[in-house]
């Protein structure tokens, strides 16, 4: 039986993350301390774990079918290869930081500048598009390191929580790239693992959307259900069901989490009542 042979990150909060994601959409994977290789129980899907900075040139390789990897990783060293679907997870920025005690008022103080980093055609690509010639250390490592000893000016690195910035008494100044974990797939992907892949991002659909969304149910009097429908709108329209009580209805609807708490003013506001929110694992759309 074909499988998808789909590479993750070996380590690291990527690797937590995309394992949950597998394991959300009902994956069970079969994977040992150390293992560089394991295969799903229920699923005709294979994991290679491998770094994630050598994952494009696998895909690029038909090495592996498909991955989950950074966009930031792809932007550097892939940017040929295709993002099937964006996931939502694991985000950080590409940034430019430099000491606390330097100055800057724009991406134009760069000019004639050392920089350090990790990630040299990502960093170039920013300079060009903004007609800046600077000077590159490139650093595979501590790169926050290079302007305490003397070594740059600034650097170009991953940003997280920007703890490791403040660490070596940086500052965050310019964004260069926002990223995010991405389902990128093989150029040379086979057409059966290209039906797999899609019935795998169908599942992956359905639990992000899923991680947007809120069902809610409450209660209203049958005078009020014209101004709560207009409030909550639904993936088609709210459903409406008698209670026993008359004069009063129960309306069930799903709603973007990103804008609960205004949704549920106004229908506190327009007379909704026993509101009760709940998670969605899964929306098959």
């Keep these: 039986m074909s499988k998808l042979k789909i590479a993750v990150q070996k380590s690291g909060r990527l690797h937590d993350d995309s394992m949950k994601i597998l394991n959300d959409i009902g994956v069970a994977i079969d994977n040992g301390k150390d293992q560089l290789k394991a295969a799903a129980r229920n699923f005709p899907l294979e994991v290679f774990y491998l770094r994630n900075g050598d994952i494009p040139q696998y895909l690029r390789d038909g090495v592996v079918d498909a991955a989950i990897i950074g966009e930031n990783v792809l932007v550097e060293k892939g940017a040929d290869l295709s993002i099937v679907e964006k996931l939502g997870f694991s985000k950080c920025k590409v940034s430019v930081a430099i000491p606390k005690n330097s100055k800057f008022k724009s991406y134009k103080d760069l000019e004639g500048k050392r920089i350090a980093t990790s990630y040299p055609n990502t960093v170039n690509q920013y300079l060009t598009k903004n007609n800046i010639k600077a000077h590159l250390h490139i650093i595979n490592g501590s790169v926050e390191i290079a302007p305490n000893i003397g070594l740059a000016d600034a650097i170009v690195d991953i940003v997280s929580s920007g703890s490791t910035l403040f660490k070596n008494n940086l500052k965050e100044v310019e964004v260069i790239l926002k990223s995010e974990a991405v389902l990128a797939a093989s150029p040379l992907i086979a057409k059966e693992q290209e039906e797999i892949l899609n019935r795998l991002q169908f599942r992956l659909q359905?639990?992000?959307?899923?991680?947007?969304?809120?069902?809610?149910?409450?209660?209203?009097?049958?005078?009020?259900?014209?101004?709560?429908?207009?409030?909550?709108?639904?993936?088609?329209?709210?459903?409406?069901?008698?209670?026993?009580?008359?004069?009063?209805?129960?309306?069930?609807?799903?709603?973007?989490?990103?804008?609960?708490?205004?949704?549920?003013?106004?229908?506190?506001?327009?007379?909704?009542?026993?509101?009760?929110?709940?998670?969605?694992?899964?929306?098959?759309?």
């Design 206 to 285: 359905s639990v992000l959307k899923g991680r947007q969304s809120k069902y809610v149910l409450l209660n209203a009097p049958n005078n009020k259900i014209e101004d709560i429908i207009k409030i909550l709108p639904g993936m088609k329209s709210p459903t409406v069901l008698p209670l026993a009580q008359e004069g009063w209805s129960s309306v069930h609807s799903v709603i973007n989490k990103h804008e609960f708490w205004d949704i549920i003013d106004e229908l506190k506001r327009v007379g909704a009542q026993g509101i009760l929110v709940c998670p969605i694992e899964n929306m098959v759309l």
